[in-house]
């Protein structure tokens, strides 16, 4: 063998050589460029989850999530996000506004004194009785009730302004209005066992699932919404407004005299 094919084939095994390095060089680099990627990947994707998970963790929940949620509007009222609950004969010249929290013990002593005065006057027209649930007393405990239960209001609503007067009525009743400080309301039990003395609402399959639900959960807070910016000076509850003033200087009336003698004047303002 001569020197020259000697050196060719050194030559062409070294071009050889070479060209296998690049092609090994080239698929290091690659599955190096997979690596990085797929970790990339990775990292993006566990953020991304951590991202999501702290978004879900500050999600607001219950009836913090209700306050923005659609509002489920009942039958029977009017207005915006159906916060404007009306009753009575349309011939009524004038309508009292009374604001009321469900928990307010006040409002039950009202309720059982009066009550039947007050229903007596809508059934006769001698005004219209517009309803402003407020939600207040919750705020003093961070308690639910008083929300709870005008969900539940919004749910006999729904059925009808009578059982919505009717479930009003036994709520504030002497037997089942709980202290103050028992939140005993926020129970949708309790609500349910309490609507059950209601002819319209006993055994009533669409309204128990509506309190259970927590259909008008929504309708709650955009009707306590209207509490808090009242226009009229209320600060508490019962509180009665006709004509955009309020009755008898803000004071609560307990008797039913009491609450014709401040009527009879407001109708004649």
């Not at 990627?37 to 607001?60: D, F």
């Not at 996000?81 to 004038?94: L, N, P, R, W």
């Not at 309301?185 to 003395?197: E, G, M, P």
Request: proline share 4%.
């Amino acid at each position: 063998m001569s020197k020259r094919n000697t050196q060719a084939a050194k030559t062409a095994a070294r071009e050889r050589l070479r060209e296998e390095r690049e092609r090994q060089a080239k698929r290091d680099k690659a599955k190096r460029q997979v690596i990085v990627a797929a970790s990339v990947v990775a990292v993006l994707a566990a953020a991304g989850g951590i991202g999501y998970a702290v978004v879900q963790a500050n999600k607001p929940t219950g009836w913090d999530a209700a306050k923005s949620a659609t509002v489920v509007t009942p039958a029977n009222t009017t207005g915006k996000d159906g916060t404007t609950v009306v009753i009575g004969k349309s011939t009524a010249k004038k309508t009292l506004k009374m604001y009321e929290d469900p928990r307010c013990p006040i409002c039950s002593e009202f309720e059982q004194a009066v009550g039947p005065t007050l229903k007596k006057d809508i059934d006769d027209g001698k005004f219209k009785y517009q309803y402003v649930g407020a939600t207040f007393i919750d705020d003093h405990d961070n308690g639910q009730g008083s929300k709870n239960a005008l969900s539940a209001l919004g749910a006999a609503l729904n059925v009808s302004p009578e059982a919505f007067l009717e479930y009003k009525s036994a709520l504030y009743s002497a037997k089942w209005h709980p202290d103050e400080n028992d939140d005993k309301f926020k129970n949708d039990s309790y609500l349910i066992q309490v609507a059950d003395t209601v002819p319209a609402l006993k055994n009533n399959t669409a309204f128990q699932n509506a309190v259970k639900k927590g259909t008008y959960d929504a309708w709650a807070m955009a009707m306590s919404k209207t509490f808090d910016d009242n226009k009229e000076g209320v600060t508490g509850t019962p509180a009665f407004v006709m004509d955009g003033k309020q009755l008898n200087g803000g004071k609560v009336v307990l008797t039913p005299a009491d609450f014709d003698k401040m009527i009879d004047t407001a109708l004649k303002g």
